[in-house]
């Protein structure tokens, strides 16, 4: 039972789709983690990013901050522009 779009009607709030989900990991990345005690990559870059974004009050000082800890960051544009940015991708 999904109860989530059931209470975001009752409640009134913006009913969000749930399309946005994350991709799952898969047995190999998994593996690779344990084998070497470490953090599954995309979990490592998600914890990186909303540590800057968390600490940061403007874009330019989150994207500042996200490159000083070793993230490389690059600037996703709106459809056929390329001064419009909306969104970052990081690895």
Do not use: C, I, W
């Not at 779009?5 to 789709?17: A, T, W």
């Not at 989900?21 to 084998?35: F, M, N």
């Not at 800890?69 to 996703?76: D, F, M």
Request: charge should be positive; aromatic fraction near 6%; glycine fraction near 4%.
């Amino acid at each position: 039972m999904v109860l989530a779009p059931q209470l975001e009607v009752k409640y009134g709030l913006e009913q969000l789709s749930t399309v946005h989900a994350t991709r799952g990991y898969d047995q190999a990345e998994k593996a690779t983690a344990v084998r070497d005690e470490r953090e599954m990559h995309r979990s490592f870059l998600a914890r990186k990013v909303r540590a800057s974004a968390s600490a940061s009050a403007t874009e330019a000082e989150f994207v500042r901050r996200a490159r000083d800890t070793g993230l490389l960051v690059r600037p996703r544009y709106a459809k056929n522009t390329t001064d419009v940015v909306v969104g970052y991708s990081v690895a």
